[in-house]
């Protein structure tokens, strides 16, 4: 979504700018632009489409000066093109903003009235216009912000440049995560530490409500009552080193290669391999006290979420609510005294999962994150966090992060389950033999690769597509569904193989090719006939079985993916695997944008 980056220093800011805005591209976006200080006056360039587009516009008229801000846009209101990019601009003062202003109609209809006059269809340009105003009423650029800050409704970060203020910078964040960075007479603004990272490591964040003026000696922080206020610098973990695709064509299928060395990265935290036992952190709540438990979560960190409830019911037998953060937010859920509410998310940031964050601790509800990116928002405002170790991942469509999430909740429920005393020895032996071994389980499912791309030639003809699965193999069948949808565009669904005969088994005939995710488990024979009934009307059915499975269908499926025999516990994180590498292939033979799909944004940071 929507990317932030700031830069007031000696260098020249336009090629920094674009550098910086190249590492938010994996948020995903739709234009982008850049605003710079030329002896004094705002220079503006803007394109639609792909920061490619905008470095040729900078190489055919150059942007010059030492201060500048920069951004990519995540379309909101109004369409995305060049009028539509920020940054948004007067002749006195340009800004970049990141989130939605609830109240802009109402505003732009106050300036409107007073003289000014609106060019694009964007929210956003209400803020410089508001300063404008301030500015043109005899305020000092600070004053102007500051009083424009007290009019605005609805999340936002944002980045301001004045004319003929060589050497002042103001951010400000209601919402959407925004990071100073500090350099030797250099000072950076940026969404994320990974626009950042090569520029400097010493990063202060933003809270929530906070306003920040730049100049290049520093940083002046004020809070949401302005107030000048301390925000701690910190050392980011984030490399500075520009992340590549290695030998891979695409940061999905490297992503997706990563598995088994992110997924045994994230295990090391969890998993003693001398007692071969599984322990947690100290946590600031009782495990064993815990009535029940919520999960909320967006997107593919929500069908994590769904594993883990089957998980977390089966082996601790603690009841677990489960919903996405969109509806959860709103829905004013009773919760109990006591309870612990659990938010999964790769970023940290997604705001719909943030907010529901905030309500449950409303709620006096004990607050646990499972996060991938350091330092994030979420992290920050939890009781207690356990980090994903997936590393920074590039590609919209998810893959190393849910299964490094899977790792994580299936390491917690082994661990709720020994502390409500609801397995015995033998049983968390049998579990955490079970996950210490999904690393290398991870490699051989890799193997099926050739496989997979040649089932995907298949696949990629067809119009919609139903994934189904029983048990916890069913949230795997949603999530492969999502994967196919985010980056191939084939309309796919992911069923609970026994609600077929309720509606989806009108849908078949030999033009929708049914995947069936079918571990072998307790609910392996009923899958295996909820098969056999789609067959009988025609169904093209891809099996996913471990060997003994794969036979017993031999003679129904049209193709089969053979998986290793596992303890069904850690077969979803298995069988995430092929899933992915189905929707990956069928994107690449469909020609899709596989990293950077259409209208996708890695991290959603507005409702
Ligand atoms: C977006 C991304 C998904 C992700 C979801 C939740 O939709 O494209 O890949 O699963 O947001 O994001 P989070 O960062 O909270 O896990």
């Known amino acids: 979504m929507c990317g932030i980056v700031g830069f007031i220093g000696k260098a020249e800011a336009a090629p920094l700018l674009v550098e910086g805005l190249k590492r938010l591209e994996y948020r995903g976006y739709d234009s982008a632009g850049i605003a710079t200080l030329s002896n004094g006056v705002l220079e503006r360039r803007r394109a639609e489409g792909k920061i490619v587009n905008l470095e040729k516009v900078v190489q055919a008229s150059a942007a010059n000066g030492t201060i500048g801000i920069g951004h990519t846009r995540w379309a909101t209101h109004g369409i995305p093109n060049e009028t539509n990019a920020h940054p948004h601009a007067t002749d006195k003062v340009a800004v970049v903003h990141n989130g939605i202003i609830e109240n802009f109609q109402e505003l732009r209809a106050e300036l409107i009235e007073k003289g000014y006059t609106p060019y694009s269809e964007t929210d956003s340009e209400v803020v410089p216009m508001m300063i404008t105003r301030y500015l043109d009423e005899g305020m000092g650029p600070i004053e102007a912000v500051r009083l424009t800050l007290k009019r605005l409704e609805g999340a936002f970060a944002l980045g301001i440049l004045f004319a003929g203020e060589e050497d002042l910078l103001i951010g400000a964040r209601r919402g959407s995560p925004l990071a100073v960075g500090f350099g030797a007479g250099e000072m950076y603004l940026g969404s994320d530490a990974m626009a950042l990272a090569p520029l400097t490591k010493q990063i202060a964040y933003l809270d929530e409500g906070d306003w920040v003026v730049l100049n290049r000696e520093g940083a002046t922080f004020y809070d ?67 009535p029940r438990l919520t999960i909320v979560a967006c997107g593919t960190s929500f069908y994590a979420g769904l594993v883990a409830k089957y998980w977390i019911e089966q082996y601790a037998r603690v009841g677990v609510e489960i919903d996405v953060a969109s509806e959860f937010r709103y829905r004013e859920a009773p919760m109990p005294d006591g309870g612990l509410a659990l938010f999964i998310s790769q970023s940290g940031e997604t705001a719909d999962t943030l907010a529901a964050l905030r309500y449950a601790k409303s709620q006096g509800q004990s607050i646990l994150s499972i996060v991938n990116v350091p330092e994030s928002s979420m992290e920050r405002e939890s009781d207690a966090v356990l980090h994903t170790h997936a590393g920074p991942e590039i590609g919209v469509a998810s893959t190393k992060a849910f299964t490094t999430q899977l790792t994580v909740l299936a390491c917690f429920a082994i661990a709720l389950a020994k502390a409500k005393g609801t397995i015995d020895e033998e049983c968390e032996a049998r579990l955490c033999k079970a996950i210490a071994e999904v690393p290398a389980r991870c490699a051989d499912v890799l193997n099926h690769d050739g496989t997979l791309r040649e089932i995907a030639l298949k696949v990629a003809e067809a119009r919609d597509v ?20 985010e980056i191939s565009y084939i309309h796919a669904e992911g069923y609970a193989a026994g609600e077929m005969k309720h509606g989806p088994i009108a849908l078949i005939d030999e033009s929708v090719p049914i995947i069936v995710i079918a571990p072998t488990d307790s ?78 944004a890695k991290s959603v940071t507005v409702e």
């Open 523 to 600: 609910n392996f024979e009923k899958t295996a006939s909820n098969t056999q009934e789609s067959v009988a009307r025609g169904g093209r059915v891809i099996f996913m079985a471990d060997e003994h499975g794969v036979q017993k269908m031999a003679d129904h499926a049209v193709a089969s993916v053979v998986m290793p025999q596992v303890d069904p516990f850690v077969a979803p994180i298995l069988y995430s695997i092929p899933v992915q590498l189905l929707a990956y292939h069928v994107a690449v033979h469909k020609g899709t944008d596989v990293d950077q799909p259409r209208n996708l």
């Open 224 to 290: 949401q009552d302005d107030q000048q206020v301390e925000r701690e610098v910190t050392e980011t973990a984030m490399s500075g080193a520009l992340i590549g695709k290695g030998e891979h064509r695409h940061y999905m299928l490297k992503e997706i290669y990563e598995q088994p060395q992110v997924i045994g990265d994230t295990l090391s935290s969890f998993f003693n391999p001398t007692t071969q036992t599984i322990s947690m952190p100290d946590f600031p709540f009782d495990l064993k006290e815990i």
């Open 466 to 485: 139903l994934y189904l699965g029983r048990g916890a193999s069913f949230p795997i069948a949603m999530e492969g569904a999502l994967k196919l949808k």
